[in-house]
C-alpha cells in the first residue's frame, strides 16, 4: 500500500510538471531548463565538467562560489541568479574559459538569513578549489560573511548596495568588494528628480522592516532633508505582508502627496495594486524592486507611471546589458530583474581579474582586482580601485504600458583615497 | 431449547480460538455455538477474559489461531466495519451513543448502515415505536439530543438500536450494570423482543438471578479457558464453577 | 477608510476562517492539529493558477477544479502522513504533518518555481462605498466563503455522509460497530478540508500572489483563530478567524503596522485569560 501511495504521489508531482509546462511551449521548455540548471548547480560538483565544455577549454574547472537565496520569501534572487549563472559560464567557457580552463560556479543556498548566509560562505569557503565567492543580494547578509572574508583571506564580491557596506569595504576589510553602485546614490538621485522635476513637497514613506529597505528609506529620508523636507509619515511593514489597507491607510491619514517606497517585489506588486485600487493617484516613487520585470508582471497596469532609481532594467542603454536581457527571455522564456544581470557582473568581473592575476591564487586574484579601473560590464562600468562603490551607474525610470522607460542615466563620482 | 441439535444451523460459531497478548493467555482455545433465537451467556470472574472474547467477535482483535464463522463465512480476518455490516451488533457496558446527536439520528444511523438503506424508514418507526414501549420509554421524546436521558435509558436505547439493525447476532456487554430493578426488567422484556426476532443474543452479565433465568445456555470463563458450557442448571451444579466463581459470595445481583 | 479596513479586514477574516474550519474537522476527527494545514491554502492556491493561467480555463471552473484536486491531495496527505502513525502518541503524528509542511513547501518550489505568480480575479474591478473604494474580489471572498461553509454545514449536519463523518470524530470504536468504513469516513474528512482551505488559496491569490512560503504566516493565523474562537469549534473557527482579521485590519492601522502578527497573539492571550477555553469552546470529549 505504502508502494502504491509513494507512485502515486511521483505520477502526481510528475502530472503537475507536465501539466505546468502544457499549453504554453516556451513554459515547458522553462521548466525543464530551470529545472535542469538547478539540479546541476545545487548540488556540489567536484569535478563534474559542464555538459556543454568546448573542446578549447581544458583542464580542471576554475571554480568560483555563489551564496543566493534559493528559498524562502526572497527566492526569486536565487532562481535570477540561477538562471544567470547558465548563461555566464556557457559564454565565458565557450569563449575559451579562463586562463584556458572552463569555470565552474558552486552554488550554496544562503537562506534569506544571516545566519544562512554565514554557513553558505563559510562551506565554500572551507574548498581550497574556491578562487573566489560572491555574496548574497542583501546588504545585511553579506556584510554578517565578512569576518569569514578575513579569516579565509578570500575575494568576496558583495551584491549590497548599502553605504554601510560601501564603508566597510573601503575601510575595513581589503577581502571584501562592493561592485555595486551604492544606494546613497540612486536614492538621491530619485528624490532630486521627484522634488525639482516632478515638483513634489510632500512624502509618506512605507518600507520593509528587512534591512536594506530600511536602509533605503532612511537613505530617502536624508536625501529629502537636504531640501529641507520631511516625510509626513513613514510607515514599516514585514516581509511576506499580504494586505496593506492598514498601512495605505495611514499613508492617506498623513495627506502626503506622493508615496515612496522601499520593498522586494511581491510586496512591491501588492502595494501599487492596493494603492491603485483604493483610488489614490498619488505618484509612486519606488525603490528597485518597483521596476523589476516580476513586479509590473503580477501588478499590471498599476504600475504605470511608478518612477524607480533602479540599478538596472532589461531595456538599459548599456549594449552589454541589452544583449544580456535578450538572451535571458530567449533562454527562460521572460524578462529578469537586476540580480540576474548583477550576477553575470559578478562572475564576469571575477574572471576578469583572475585573468590578469594569471593565477588562482586567491591574494594575487584579490589584488588584481584593485587594477581594474573601467570593465564594461552589462550594469554600468567598474572601477575597482577602491574596494567599495565600484559600480557606479544606475537608471532612472519610469513604468509605462509595463515597461520601465528609462528617464536618465545616474551617475556618482567616485572618491579616490 | 431452541435449534440447538443441528450444529449447521450455528448463526456463529469460534472454533479454537486462541489470543495471547504478550504471553498473557486471554482466550485459550474457546469454542461455542450459537443458534438464532437463543440467549447464551457469557459469566466469569473480572479478568477472565469475558470483553476479548467480545473484540474477538467484533474484529478489534484478530484470533492468534482458531476461526470465527458468521453463518458460513469465515471472518476471522475481517475489519469491524464488515462484521458489523454482515450481521453483528454490540452495546457497550458504559453506553456510547452520540451524545451531540438526538436520539432520531443516533438509531437510524446504525439501522441505515446495517440494513444498506433497504428498509422503508416509516418500518423502522413502527418497529421503533414497539420496542420503545417494551422499554418503557415510549414518553421519551426523539427529536431531544442523547445525553438529556438518564444512564438506564442510554443502555436500552443502545440495545434498541442494536435490534433494529436486524443483525444475526447481537452482544450485550453487561446490560444490567448500574440499572435499577425495574430497567433490568426492561432488559429482559428487550432481550425476549430479539428472541421473538430470531436475533442470537450472547449476554456478558455479572447479576446471577437475571443471567440464570434468561439464558437458554451458558459459557463459564475463567483466566482464558473454558471451565464448562451448559444449562443454567448444569452451570449452577456443576463444582469446578463453583470454585471458581459462584461459590464463596461472588455473586453479586447488582 | 474604516470601512475599507472592515471589509478587507473581513475577507481576510474570513479565510482565515476557512483555514481553521479545515484544521478544526481534522482535529475532531482525529484528534491532531494539522501543521500542515497552511500548505493546503498555497497548494490550492497553486493548483488555481495551473488551471487558470497555464491551461486557460475560466477562473470559477478553475476554483473548482482546484478544490477537487486538493480533495485528492487531503486523501494523499491523510494516507501518507495519518495513517500509518495513527496509533502512535500524537507528537509523532504533529512531527509528521511537520515534515509534509515542508514537503509541499519543497514541492511547489519544484513544480512551480519561485517567481511570485497571480491569476485572475473572480470579479475586476473596484466600487465605491460612500468615500471607500472596494475591489470587488473582496467582495467576493466573502461571498464565496460564506457559500462554502453554508455548504459544509449542511453537508455535515443534514447528510448521511455528514453524519457517518460526525460519528466517526465522536468515536471510531462505536461507529466502526455500526459498519462505518472508517478510514473512508477519515479519509473524507481530509479532503473535505483540503478542499475548502485550497478554495481560500485560489480566493485570496490574486490580491496577493503566490509563493511557495507564504502557508506558514496563514497556519499561524488560523491556529490563532482556533484557541479564540474555541477549541474542536467550528463557528468558533469562524468566528475566530473572523477576529483575527479585523483585530489584523485595524489594529494595523491604528496601533502599529509592523507587530501586527503580534497584535494577534496579544489580543489571543487577553482572550484566553478571560475565557479559556476560546468563545465556543467546549470541553473535549472523553473516549470511553
Known amino acids: 500500500m505504502k508502494k502504491a501511495v509513494a507512485l502515486l504521489l511521483a505520477v502526481f508531482l510528475a502530472v503537475g510538471l507536465v501539466g505546468c509546462g502544457s499549453g504554453k511551449e516556451e513554459a515547458k521548455e522553462t521548466a525543464a531548463k530551470t529545472e535542469a540548471a538547478k539540479e546541476t548547480q545545487a548540488k556540489e560538483t567536484e569535478g563534474d565538467k559542464e555538459a556543454d565544455g568546448e573542446s578549447e577549454v581544458s583542464g580542471d574547472p576554475i571554480k568560483i562560489g555563489l551564496t543566493t537565496v534559493l528559498t524562502g520569501d526572497r527566492a526569486l534572487e536565487g532562481q535570477y541568479a540561477s538562471n544567470a549563472v547558465k548563461i555566464i559560464e556557457e559564454e565565458i567557457n565557450s569563449a575559451g574559459g579562463v586562463l584556458g580552463r572552463p569555470i565552474e560556479v558552486v552554488i550554496e543556498d544562503a537562506l534569506g538569513t544571516d545566519v544562512g548566509a554565514v554557513n553558505a560562505y563559510r562551506k565554500l569557503a572551507a574548498d581550497d578549489d574556491i578562487v573566489a565567492i560572491i555574496g548574497p543580494d542583501s546588504s545585511n547578509d553579506g556584510m554578517a560573511q565578512a569576518p569569514s572574508a578575513l579569516e579565509f583571506s578570500i575575494l568576496t564580491t558583495a551584491q549590497g548596495s548599502s553605504p554601510t557596506l560601501r564603508d566597510m569595504c573601503n575601510n575595513d576589510n581589503k577581502w571584501l568588494f562592493q561592485l555595486r553602485a551604492c544606494d546613497e546614490t540612486l536614492c538621491k538621485a530619485l528624490i532630486k528628480y521627484a522634488v525639482e522635476d516632478l515638483g513634489l513637497k510632500s512624502f509618506a514613506i512605507l518600507h520593509d522592516t528587512e534591512t536594506s529597505s530600511s536602509d533605503q528609506a532612511r537613505l530617502f529620508t536624508e536625501a529629502l532633508a537636504d531640501y529641507g523636507i520631511e516625510p509626513m509619515v513613514t510607515v514599516p511593514f514585514t516581509t511576506g505582508t499580504k494586505d496593506f489597507s492598514s498601512q495605505i491607510a495611514q499613508v492617506q491619514n498623513s495627506g502626503a502627496e506622493a508615496i515612496i517606497g522601499a520593498a522586494f517585489q511581491t510586496e512591491a506588486a501588492i502595494l501599487v495594486t492596493q494603492i491603485r485600487s483604493m483610488g489614490i493617484e498619488a505618484p509612486i516613487l519606488g525603490s528597485n524592486a518597483f521596476a523589476d520585470p516580476v513586479t509590473i508582471q503580477l501588478a499590471g497596469d498599476a504600475t504605470d507611471d511608478v518612477y524607480c532609481a533602479s540599478a538596472w532594467v532589461p531595456n538599459t542603454p548599456n549594449e552589454k546589458g541589452n544583449a544580456f536581457a535578450k538572451k535571458y527571455q530567449e533562454l527562460y522564456g521572460e524578462e529578469c530583474g537586476k540580480a540576474a544581470a548583477q550576477i553575470y557582473d559578478h562572475i564576469s568581473i571575477i574572471c576578469e581579474a583572475i585573468e590578469r592575476a594569471g593565477t588562482t591564487d586567491r591574494a594575487a586574484v584579490r589584488d588584481a582586482m584593485n587594477t581594474i579601473d573601467s570593465y564594461p560590464g552589462a550594469i554600468t562600468t567598474y572601477d575597482c580601485r577602491t574596494n567599495g562603490d565600484c559600480g557606479r551607474g544606475g537608471l532612472l525610470v519610469r513604468v509605462k504600458d509595463q515597461k520601465a522607460e528609462i528617464i536618465a542615466e545616474i551617475t556618482s563620482e567616485k572618491v579616490i583615497e | 431449547m431452541k435449534n440447538i441439535s443441528n450444529p449447521e444451523n450455528a448463526v456463529l460459531r469460534l472454533n479454537d480460538v486462541c489470543k495471547n497478548f504478550g504471553g498473557v493467555v486471554a482466550a485459550d482455545e474457546i469454542c461455542l455455538e450459537m443458534y438464532p433465537g437463543e440467549v447464551f451467556g457469557l459469566i466469569g470472574p473480572n479478568g477472565a477474559g469475558k470483553t476479548t472474547l467480545l473484540n474477538l467477535i467484533t474484529g478489534i482483535y484478530m484470533p492468534d489461531r482458531g476461526t470465527v464463522v458468521l453463518g458460513n463465512k469465515n471472518i476471522s480476518k475481517q475489519p469491524t466495519y464488515k462484521r458489523a455490516r454482515a450481521g453483528i451488533a454490540r452495546t457497550f457496558q458504559h453506553p456510547r451513543l452520540l451524545g451531540r446527536c438526538d436520539i432520531k439520528t443516533n438509531i437510524y444511523m446504525g439501522v441505515d448502515l446495517a440494513n444498506k438503506r433497504k428498509k422503508k424508514s416509516g418500518q423502522v418507526d413502527n418497529e421503533l415505536a414497539v420496542l420503545m414501549k417494551t422499554a418503557g420509554l415510549e414518553t421519551v421524546n426523539l427529536k431531544d439530543t442523547v445525553d438529556k436521558l438518564s444512564y438506564g435509558q442510554q443502555k436500552l436505547l443502545e440495545i434498541i438500536r442494536a435490534i433494529l439493525c436486524e443483525p444475526s447476532v447481537m452482544l450485550l456487554d453487561e446490560p444490567a450494570a448500574g440499572l435499577n430493578n425495574r430497567e433490568t426488567e426492561y432488559v429482559g422484556a428487550l432481550i425476549q423482543a430479539a428472541v421473538g426476532k430470531n436475533i442470537a443474543v450472547l449476554l456478558i452479565e455479572h447479576a446471577m438471578d437475571f443471567v440464570m433465568s434468561i439464558c437458554d445456555r451458558i459459557t463459564v470463563l475463567n483466566f482464558g479457558h473454558q471451565i464448562m458450557t451448559g444449562t443454567p442448571k448444569e452451570v449452577q451444579e456443576n463444582e469446578a464453577v463453583i470454585k471458581a466463581y459462584l461459590g464463596g459470595g461472588n455473586h453479586a445481583g447488582r | ?288
Open chain 3, 1 to 288: 477608510m474604516n470601512l475599507q479596513l472592515l471589509i478587507s479586514g473581513m475577507s481576510m477574516g474570513i479565510v482565515y476562517g476557512l483555514i481553521a474550519m479545515g484544521m478544526v474537522l481534522i482535529f475532531r476527527s482525529v484528534g491532531i492539529m494539522n501543521f500542515a494545514q497552511g500548505e493546503f491554502l498555497m497548494f490550492g492556491g497553486y493548483f488555481c493558477y495551473t488551471f487558470n493561467q497555464i491551461l486557460h480555463l475560466p477562473i470559477v471552473v478553475s476554483l473548482l477544479l482546484a478544490s477537487l484536486s486538493m480533495g485528492v491531495v487531503g486523501v494523499l496527505f491523510m494516507r501518507s502522513s495519518y495513517w500509518p502513525l495513527r496509533n502512535a502518541q500524537a507528537k509523532a503524528i504533529i512531527v509528521s504533518a511537520m515534515g509534509a509542511s515542508i514537503a509541499f513547501k519543497e514541492g511547489a518550489r519544484l513544480i512551480w518555481g519561485s517567481i511570485p505568480v497571480s491569476m485572475d480575479r473572480v470579479v475586476e474591478g473596484t466600487v465605491k462605498i460612500g468615500t471607500a473604494s472596494v475591489q470587488w474580489q473582496h467582495i467576493a471572498i466573502i461571498v464565496v466563503s460564506a457559500v462554502i461553509m453554508i455548504l459544509v454545514y449542511i453537508l455535515l449536519e443534514k447528510t448521511f455522509i455528514g453524519n457517518m463523518m460526525q460519528a466517526t470524530a465522536q468515536d471510531q470504536y462505536m461507529a466502526s460497530l455500526t459498519g462505518i468504513p472508517v478510514i473512508f469516513s477519515i479519509g473524507l474528512t481530509f479532503a473535505l478540508s483540503a478542499m475548502i482551505t485550497g478554495v481560500g488559496g485560489g480566493l485570496l491569490a490574486p490580491i496577493f500572489f503566490l509563493n511557495n512560503v507564504m502557508g506558514g504566516t496563514a497556519g499561524a493565523k488560523a491556529f490563532a483563530a482556533i484557541v479564540i474562537g474555541g477549541f474542536g469549534s467550528v463557528p468558533g473557527a469562524i468566528i475566530g478567524g473572523l477576529i483575527v482579521g479585523l483585530v489584523e485590519a485595524f489594529g494595523g492601522a491604528y496601533i502599529s503596522s509592523t507587530y501586527q502578527l503580534v497584535l494577534i497573539y496579544v489580543v489571543l492571550i487577553a482572550i484566553l485569560m478571560i475565557r479559556p477555553q476560546g468563545i465556543f469552546g467546549e470541553k473535549i470529549q472523553e473516549k470511553a
